[in-house]
């Protein structure tokens, strides 16, 4: 079974950075898309950002300009760069890789913890 497993999360001020990495291991597919998601208390998960096999890259609006998603075109590993951190930005942030093949499956991470203090 395939395992996402995610790091990098952490305490920081507002304005800083924070770096997030995604491995995946087990029994790794070649995903089409990998990416990250986040849930707030009292929210529901929402994208963050996403890069496909071929390397095309998606974001929220509300992080555009400020988070940077790499990685090897959606194969095997994803990272995200977030600068400008601000406390909205606070919220447990999970890795997602999805393989499509006839319908779409989605394997998740068990989440990061990122905290934002004003």
């Known amino acids: 079974q395939v395992q996402l497993v995610e790091s990098g999360g952490g305490l920081v001020q507002a304005g800083g950075s924070l770096r997030l990495s995604c491995v995946a291991s087990?029994?790794?597919?070649?995903?089409?898309?990998m990416g990250w998601y986040r849930q707030a208390p009292g929210n529901q998960r929402e994208l963050v950002a996403t890069?496909?096999?071929?390397?095309?890259?998606s974001y929220a609006s509300s992080v555009k300009g400020r988070f940077t998603v790499s990685g090897d075109n959606a194969k095997t590993t994803v990272t995200l760069q977030m600068n400008s951190l601000k406390p909205e930005d606070t919220a447990v942030y999970y890795c997602?890789?999805?393989?499509?093949?006839?319908?779409?499956?989605?394997?998740w991470g068990k989440g990061t913890l990122v905290t934002i203090s004003s």
């Open positions: 890069i496909t096999s071929g390397g095309r890259t």
């Open positions: 087990g029994s790794i597919p070649s995903f089409n898309a």
């Open positions: 997602n890789a999805r393989l499509t093949s006839g319908y779409a499956i989605n394997y």
